[in-house]
């Protein structure tokens, strides 16, 4: 008798506490909601709270976009101390404002201090990340922009490339860094420096572009210009005048 | 015997037009306040084809076609539930606003 008092309160508290049901989103606002029939939109107020079985979003503002109904959802545009995240897709993003544009799985972080993680792959910037799951590009634009991923350190003012997935492995297929103070790049223990720095994937060459340089554990080379060849781990370096190449060996028992 | 209520109107019934749709308006009793606006009373329900509203106390405006509540009330469509403590419906029912505290469930 007392187990079945148990089980009854037990299914009672499960159901008041998870209120929503498998394949249910729940929408929650402290300062209510306006509803735009004609435009198709939900215009959210305050502490707003969407809960999917893909994904929970909390933010201050967030208008939500509806594609034929007003159920389901094309956009959500969230605003104010936004946090975004997601088992399904290994995704957390903050900052704030999110653009979420689900059926093209677009993301888009705006703000200081913005943050998107998507599996082991950690992206910020204190101006805009842009992501697009299906065709796999990226775009960090903004100061504090920075890309780290397992074997990745990319640092600049805009960051655009695109991933691509190899043995269900992220990896970054190509790459366009550019700061015109100094982008900065470390892959496998090699450090390059310059104002641009490309990658392309199928040529296994990263390119860099004036202020030059190219730093391993044994040896720093500065110049104008730059190639890094990934396969055989070898680089060259030219410069606008010839004398200006400089390379500094380490030695290594230093 | 005579039974003497406060009621103006027993079952008083409205509508709002637009465009889209027609928003009916039903309640068990209402009282005019003013020669716009009428205080619907008990079991006071919108409904159109797309939605219904239920509440138990509305301020029905007859020229502007406007309602606005602060009773809890629940909105249904085909695959959305909200509920709110009140809602102001305006621009001849095309928009709707949830007051206070709001839920909404998506199916």
Redesign the interface.
């Known amino acids: 008798m007392i187990k079945l008092i148990v089980t009854i309160i037990l299914i009672i508290f499960s159901t008041s506490v998870h209120g ?1 049901e498998l ?16 435009e198709k939109l ?1 215009l ?1 107020k305050k502490n707003v709270k969407i809960e999917s079985d893909n994904f929970i979003l909390l933010g201050d503002i967030v208008k939500i976009f509806f594609d034929k ?3 389901d ?1 094309k956009t959500i545009d969230a605003n104010g101390n936004v946090s975004l995240e997601s088992t399904e897709y290994k995704l957390k993003a903050s900052g704030t404002n999110v653009f979420f544009i689900l059926a093209e799985e677009e993301i888009i972080v705006e703000g200081m201090n913005s943050l998107l993680i998507i599996e082991d792959t950690e992206m910020y910037s204190d101006g805009k990340i842009k992501v697009n799951n299906i065709d796999g590009s990226f775009n960090l634009a903004g100061n504090n922009s920075k890309l780290k991923s397992e074997n990745n350190f990319i640092k600049g003012k805009s960051i655009k490339g695109s991933f691509s997935s190899f043995n269900k492995e992220r990896e970054v297929s190509s790459l366009n860094v550019f700061d015109e103070k100094l982008s900065y790049l470390k892959t496998n223990g090699t450090e390059m420096f310059a104002n641009k720095i490309t990658y392309n994937k199928e040529s296994a060459l990263f390119e860099l572009e004036d202020n030059v340089k190219i730093k391993s554990e044994t040896e720093t080379i500065t110049g104008d210009y730059g190639t890094l060849d990934t396969i055989t781990n070898s680089y060259k370096i030219k410069s606008k005048n010839s004398k200006r190449v400089k390379v500094l060996i380490l030695d290594a028992n230093e | 015997m005579n039974l003497v209520t406060n009621v103006d109107v027993s079952e008083p019934k409205f509508s709002i037009n637009n465009s ?1 749709q027609k928003i009916f308006v039903t309640a068990q009793e209402g009282n005019f306040l003013d020669n716009e606006n009428i205080l619907l009373n008990k079991k006071v329900l919108f409904k159109s084809n ?1 939605f219904t509203i239920e509440t138990e106390k509305v301020i029905f405006n007859r020229k502007n076609q406007s309602a606005i509540s602060k009773s809890m009330s629940v ?1 249904k ?4 539930k ?1 509920s ?1 403590e009140g809602f102001n419906i305006y621009d001849q029912g ?14």
């Open positions: 929503r394949g249910q989103t729940e929408i929650t606002a402290e300062d209510g909601i306006e509803g735009f029939q004609d939900y959210l109904d007003l159920n959802i | 889209n797309k909105f469509s085909d695959k959305t909200i709110s095309n928009k709707i606003i949830f007051l206070g505290n709001s839920k909404v469930v998506l199916r």
